[in-house]
Every structure is written in structure tokens, then in C-alpha cells.
Nanobody
Framework: QLVESGGGSVQTGGSLRLSCTIS????????MGWFRQAPGKEREAFAT???????KYADFVEGRFTISRDNAKNTLYLQMTSLQPEDTATYYC????????????????????WGQGTQVTVS
């Protein structure tokens, strides 16, 4: 089970930190990622972190968003800064369930465990 929290409304230029608590599988061994889906758009991957803490980002969040993990707490985080209206979306955490893919936002099809999402609104 993956449960996101920390979403809300924020002004342009503001910051938010999302959390995702994980249970039911050996989280420490998994590549984890953050996705988002804006109204009328497809869900997109933008940040991943592997079991060793190596991170990768999509260009549109590079330098603004930071993914991290606390394996002792079974929690995944997303620190978002310099938020823009185009960042408005439902944000999801996910775990990679298909192997044979690198841990990267380039391979969203590899992710199979999903949270229910948390809404982020920037205005």
C-alpha cells in the first residue's frame, strides 16, 4: 500500500513537500518514483530514486523538485520549490514492479504499485 500526503494549495513560487508512506512490500529494495496527472492530460513520470539513492529527473522539474527516501521510515518524499501554475496536478507515488528497465522517469511503464494521489494546486 502506498499513501501520499502533503498536497494542498500554494501560491506561485511557493514550496510543498509530499510524502508517501509504504507498506506491504520490501520498499527498501524497490525503485520508487513520482508521477503527476493534470486535468485532461496523461499521467507523466518526472522523478525516480533507486535503492541506492540515485535520482533521475525529467527536464521540466530538474533543479526545482527533489526526490528522496527514508528507508528506516518506509517513506518517500518529494520536495517541490518554485512551483508554477503548470505544476497543478494530482501527484502519485509508485513502485517499479517490472524489471529489465532502468530506474528512470523514461520508463513509466515499469511502475505497477500506485498510491491514490494527492492534489497540488498552484495559483
Amino acid at each position: 500500500q502506498l499513501v501520499e500526503s502533503g498536497g494542498g494549495s500554494v501560491q506561485t513560487g511557493g514550496s510543498l513537500r509530499l510524502s508517501c508512506t509504504i507498506s506491504g512490500f520490501p520498499y527498501n529494495d524497490y525503485c520508487m518514483g513520482w508521477f503527476r496527472q493534470a486535468p485532461g492530460k496523461e499521467r507523466e513520470a518526472f522523478a525516480t530514486i533507486d535503492r541506492d539513492g540515485i535520482t533521475k529527473y525529467a527536464d521540466f522539474v530538474e533543479g526545482r523538485f527533489t526526490i528522496s527516501r527514508d528507508n528506516a521510515k518506509n517513506t518517500l518524499y518529494l520536495q517541490m520549490t518554485s512551483l508554477q501554475p503548470e505544476d497543478t496536478a494530482t501527484y502519485y507515488c509508485a513502485a517499479r514492479t517490472k524489471f529489465g528497465y532502468s530506474c528512470s522517469p523514461r520508463y513509466p511503464m515499469a511502475f505497477g504499485y500506485w498510491g491514490q494521489g494527492t492534489q497540488v494546486t498552484v495559483s
